[in-house]
């Protein structure tokens, strides 16, 4: 199969799936309106390295690992959706206070490229995206330069796509008209990781094919 088909084919997939919310996104959301433009960079550069990780992983046969054992696929989309009802849980029963840039906010949770790289790690719909798309467009014969360049576009676009979104929800205007109602973002996103984990798990017995 020709290269360029191999692309439009599935990035024609990937980028719809990178621009509709889920958790990433969310992450980055709410990093960039809780932390400021640094914070949700940073959350960007973790949701990024995550995503490029997993396409590195499917085409060296994550696919074929999750779909030969079901158990393990089933486990890390419970795990993955716990993970995040814990945040959305944390995030909910958050306290209504100013929040604050500095060494206090840094108490707060890990270091926004860790918190970015960790909800990318446990979403299991980035698994079986990866698994089913990327990995099954991979063979023997497909040349390494390929596989390169798809893991590339993987971490580019996604870089683009959430620094804009960082930068457009932490600019000053934004962060003005919101600033009265930051625990209400929290409890927004909360909710919304609560929902996307439940439906995850809910999901789990779906198998995964290879």
Same mark, same amino acid.
């Given at each position: 199969?020709? @290269?360029?088909?191999?692309? #439009?084919?599935? =990035?024609?997939?990937?980028? @719809? *799936?990178?621009?509709?919310?889920?958790?990433?996104?969310?992450?980055?959301?709410?990093?960039?309106?809780?932390?400021?433009?640094?914070?949700? !960079?940073?959350?960007?550069?973790?949701?990024?390295?995550?995503?490029?990780?997993?396409?590195?992983?499917?085409? &060296?046969? !994550?696919? *074929?690992?999750?779909? %030969? =054992?079901?158990?393990?696929?089933?486990?890390?989309?419970? &795990?993955?959706?716990?993970?995040?009802?814990? &945040?959305?849980?944390?995030?909910?029963?958050?306290?209504?206070? *100013?929040?604050?840039?500095? %060494?206090? %906010?840094?108490?707060?949770? $890990? /270091? $926004?490229?860790?918190?970015?790289? &960790?909800?990318?790690?446990?979403? $299991?719909?980035?698994?079986?995206?990866?698994?089913?798309? =990327?990995?099954?467009?991979?063979? *023997?014969?497909? @040349?390494?330069?390929?596989?390169?360049? +798809?893991?590339?576009?993987?971490?580019?676009?996604?870089? #683009?796509?959430?620094?804009?979104?960082?930068?457009? +929800?932490?600019?000053? @205007? #934004?962060?003005?008209?919101?600033?009265?109602?930051? /625990?209400?973002? %929290?409890?927004?996103?909360?909710?919304?990781?609560?929902?996307?984990?439940?439906?995850?798990?809910?999901?789990?017995?779906?198998?995964?094919?290879?």
């Amino acid at each position: 199969m020709e @290269p360029i088909v191999v692309l #439009v084919g599935i =990035f024609a997939v990937f980028i @719809p *799936a990178l621009i509709l919310p889920g958790p990433d996104f969310v992450a980055v959301v709410r990093s960039s309106m809780t932390r400021g433009t640094a914070a949700g !960079l940073f959350t960007t550069l973790g949701v990024s390295a995550g995503l490029g990780m997993y396409a590195t992983l499917s085409m &060296l046969g !994550l696919s *074929a690992i999750l779909s %030969e =054992f079901q158990w393990l696929a089933w486990a890390v989309r419970v &795990l993955g959706g716990a993970y995040l009802i814990y &945040l959305g849980v944390r995030l909910v029963l958050s306290k209504p206070e *100013a929040i604050e840039i500095g %060494e206090d %906010e840094r108490r707060r949770g $890990p /270091h $926004p490229l860790v918190f970015g790289f &960790l909800v990318t790690l446990t979403n $299991p719909k980035a698994i079986v995206l990866f698994a089913s798309v =990327f990995a099954t467009s991979v063979n *023997a014969a497909t @040349p390494g330069w390929l596989m390169a360049l +798809m893991v590339g576009i993987v971490i580019v676009s996604s870089l #683009v796509w959430y620094s804009f979104v960082s930068l457009c +929800m932490s600019s000053a @205007p #934004v962060v003005r008209s919101f600033g009265r109602v930051r /625990h209400w973002i %929290e409890r927004t996103a909360g909710v919304c990781f609560v929902a996307i984990g439940g439906k995850i798990i809910a999901d789990s017995r779906s198998p995964i094919s290879a």
